[in-house]
């Protein structure tokens, strides 16, 4: 047991990395009370689940059009210094939002303009923030293990900040909800700033950006792995993980709650994805790995079919836990798996197309789930998301469990993990 727990903390055995990880762990608290505050204040304004997606779509999908290019940057460029760039830009739009929302000058587009700037800025942001990784561990073989903390971190985030959020959004308003994300970025460019790393290997440039875009899609497509894993997160990026969209509608509608009600309820998945990444850090092959996704994609199925029907808040909290344990952990399996698989002046192209995958899909599909919701409702959309969970587990178990894996030893995991709950 004590070396299993010593295996799950290994990464933090490097100083630039403990550095950084404090860094981060401030800064997405702030991002997370951001996040929430702005989805309850425009659904406060519009109380529309379109308008809803609409937002999701104009944070998220700017990650789709530029990632590519934040791919190239990521392999061509210092990457400490980019991330270094991209926080303080995001610093400055946080700070703008802020500001005007204290000025009581809040007006939906104002507020999609802005956040559609932040989606332009994470586009570059993602590639070379994931990619530093390798350059914050000392030993490579803590790789794996540096991913699934990082991922904590986010989900440590995702539980504190929400309900931070909720809380704040009630009593001193949204205004200073969004001051503290501001000032939260200041946590994270200070731990960049103390960082002392080896200088970047970065090969020359010898072909434009179109040729070396063509050369990163043909290595995905030749690499057996990498393929299936970055299509599989589109797939479930478009039509299963958009379901938080409507979780405002569900805090206000369903539990006829505020916006601590909100907050509790995204608070609740984040333990739930804290505890599935604490969980990752401790798998250290990655068979198992692609085997716990595809369980995971099954309960998250079965957990949103149980959410579209519940009506009493405390049981749908705790259903939210096992949505977040199951569903906010696919992103971090298929990134680890692409971390390690992608060669290393790949690496960022990989890790853009990852982005591309999952950030360009999880605003179309918002745009969808909100769409859907308009006409049939938010409990009979989230229903049918929660069937298509079931089957994609089933169509890409195929493709992402290994031959030598019998389908007894895979239909076992799924019942001691379905038993757990």
């Given at each position: 047991?004590?070396?299993?727990?010593?295996?799950?903390?290994?990464?933090?055995?490097?100083?630039?990395?403990?550095?950084?990880?404090?860094?981060?762990?401030?800064?997405?608290?702030?991002?997370?009370?951001?996040?929430?505050?702005?989805?309850?204040?425009?659904?406060?304004?519009?109380?529309?689940?379109?308008?809803?997606?609409?937002?999701?779509?104009?944070?998220?999908?700017?990650s789709f059009v530029f990632s590519l290019y934040g791919g190239i940057i990521s392999d061509r460029y210092n990457r400490h210094k980019v991330v270094l760039f991209t926080q303080i830009a995001s610093m400055i739009q946080a700070t703008i939002l802020a500001v005007l929302v204290l000025m009581g000058d809040t007006q939906i587009w104002i507020i999609l303009v802005l956040i559609t700037i932040l989606g332009i800025i994470n586009a570059f942001d993602i590639p070379a923030r994931q990619s530093l990784v390798h350059q914050l561990i000392e030993d490579p073989e803590d790789l794996p293990n540096a991913v699934s903390l990082n991922s904590s971190v986010v989900n440590i985030a995702r539980l504190v900040g929400p309900a931070l959020s909720g809380i704040i959004l009630s009593t001193l308003g949204a205004g200073i909800c969004f001051s503290i994300n501001a000032l939260s970025y200041l946590a994270v460019i200070i731990s960049l700033l103390f960082l002392k790393l080896k200088p970047q290997i970065i090969k020359p440039k010898k072909q434009s950006n179109l040729v070396e875009i063509k050369e990163g899609f043909n290595y995905l497509k030749s690499n057996q792995i990498l393929a299936p894993i970055t299509l599989y997160i589109a797939v479930v990026s478009f039509l299963i993980?958009?379901?938080?969209?409507?979780?405002?509608?569900?805090?206000?509608?369903?539990?006829?709650?505020?916006?601590?009600?909100?907050?509790?309820?995204?608070?609740?998945?984040?333990?739930?994805?804290?505890?599935?990444?604490?969980?990752?850090?401790?798998?250290?092959?990655?068979?198992?790995?692609?085997?716990?996704?595809?369980?995971?994609?099954?309960?998250?199925?079965?957990?949103?079919?149980?959410?579209?029907?519940?009506?009493?808040?405390?049981?749908?909290?705790?259903?939210s836990v096992i949505a977040g344990f199951s569903g906010l952990t696919q992103s971090t399996i298929c990134l680890t798996i692409i971390q390690t698989r992608s060669d290393p002046d790949m690496r960022g192209r990989m890790i853009s197309l990852f982005?591309?995958?999952?950030?360009?899909?999880?605003?179309?599909?918002?745009?969808?789930?909100?769409?859907?919701?308009?006409?049939?409702?938010?409990?009979?959309?989230?229903?049918?998301?929660?069937?298509?969970?079931?089957?994609?587990?089933?169509?890409?178990?195929?493709?992402?469990?290994?031959?030598?894996?019998?389908?007894?030893?895979?239909?076992?995991?799924?019942?001691?993990?379905?038993?757990?709950?």
């Open positions: 047991m004590n070396s299993r727990i010593k295996y799950t903390f290994k990464a933090l055995k490097s100083p630039n990395y403990r550095i950084f990880i404090t860094g981060q762990a401030i800064s997405r608290i702030g991002t997370w009370m951001e996040r929430t505050g702005v989805s309850w204040v425009v659904y406060e304004m519009t109380h529309s689940t379109f308008i809803l997606g609409l937002t999701v779509f104009a944070s998220q999908f700017p993980l958009p379901y938080n969209t409507l979780l405002p509608e569900f805090a206000k509608e369903i539990f006829h709650g505020d916006a601590q009600t909100y907050g509790y309820i995204n608070s609740s998945i984040g333990c739930g994805a804290l505890l599935g990444t604490i969980f990752l850090a401790s798998l250290k092959s990655e068979s198992k790995q692609r085997i716990v996704l595809l369980l995971n994609s099954f309960l998250l199925g079965l957990s949103l079919i149980a959410f579209s029907f519940i009506t009493y808040l405390p049981v749908a909290l705790l259903i982005a591309m995958a999952m950030f360009g899909m999880l605003p179309l599909g918002s745009l969808l789930v909100g769409t859907v919701s308009h006409n049939l409702g938010s409990s009979h959309t989230i229903l049918f998301e929660g069937i298509l969970a079931i089957v994609v587990s089933f169509v890409f178990a195929k493709y992402l469990i290994s031959k030598n894996i019998s389908r007894e030893t895979i239909v076992n995991k799924m019942k001691e993990k379905v038993n757990s709950f």
